[in-house]
Antibody
Framework: QVQLVESGGTLVRPGESLTLSCAAS????????MSWIRQAPGEGLQWISH????????FYADSVVGRFTTSRDNAKNSLYLQMSSLRIEDTAVYYC?????????WGRGTMVAVSS | QSVLTQPPSVSATPGQRVIISCSGS????????VNWYQQLPGTAPKILIH???RRPSGVPGRFSGSKSGTSASLAISGLQSEDEADYYC???????????FGTGTEVTAL
């Protein structure tokens, strides 16, 4: 079945880097734009980034531009989020989702905690 | 930060109609499709409505969306206990060049 599975979330200290992965299955990954969305504990949803089908174009929220990089490997059916200079306010569950505006498939999320 | 405003909570008895508003601006709701998501406790969001009023297969017909100017609404006709969840609207924002989500609304069945 159509599925997205995130991994890589963990506890890190402020200023450190971390890379999240999202494994896609059950659909032709290269035919879809993909996005990252996060949700801080007890808070609402925040769009972070999206990437086009080829990986040539990426878009970022102002809060992460210059610190986060989204990429994809269509041969591996995988999406990535490289995060650097992490801040306490980056603490959240990170979801990957299929689409660039209407997100019709979501993963279960992976938790990133930034704390000293 | 959220640029789409929703009421923090709404409640109704089972069987009643519930309407959740989503207030935006000309750069988002006023000029782009609106989508709605349901997030059950402890789970990932699920798309309920896309392109203003289109339901993906499997979404019950009691959910419907509408838009007027820079505001959109999600209606639940005949609230059921399993509809207790958080609901979020979203839209593309031409000024921010990205997706914006609503502040979220918690729906409670009394």
């Amino acid at each position: 079945q159509v599925q997205l599975v995130e991994s890589g979330g963990t506890l890190v200290r402020p200023g450190e880097s971390l890379t999240l992965s999202c494994a896609a299955s059950g659909f032709k990954f290269s035919d879809f734009e993909m996005s990252w969305i996060r949700q801080a504990p007890g808070e609402g949803l925040q769009w972070i980034s999206h990437i086009d089908m080829s990986g040539d174009s990426t878009f970022y929220a102002d809060s992460v531009v210059g610190r986060f990089t989204t990429s994809r490997d269509n041969a591996k059916n995988s999406l990535y989020l490289q995060m650097s200079s992490l801040r306490i306010e980056d603490t959240a569950v990170y979801y990957c989702a299929r689409g660039d505006s209407a997100f019709d498939v979501w993963g279960r999320g992976t938790m990133v905690a930034v704390s000293s | 930060q959220s640029v789409l405003t929703q009421p923090p909570s709404v409640s109704a008895t089972p069987g009643q109609r519930v309407i959740i508003s989503c207030s935006g601006s000309t750069s988002n709701v006023g000029s782009n499709p609106v989508n709605w998501y349901q997030q059950l406790p402890g789970t990932a969001p699920k798309i309920l409505i896309h392109s203003y009023n289109r339901r993906p297969s499997g979404v019950p017909g009691r959910f419907s969306g509408s838009k007027s100017g820079t505001s959109a609404s999600l209606a639940i006709s005949g609230l059921q206990s399993e509809d207790e969840a958080d609901y979020y609207c979203s839209s593309w924002d031409n000024s921010l060049n990205g997706i914006v989500f609503g502040t979220g609304t918690e729906v409670t069945a009394l």
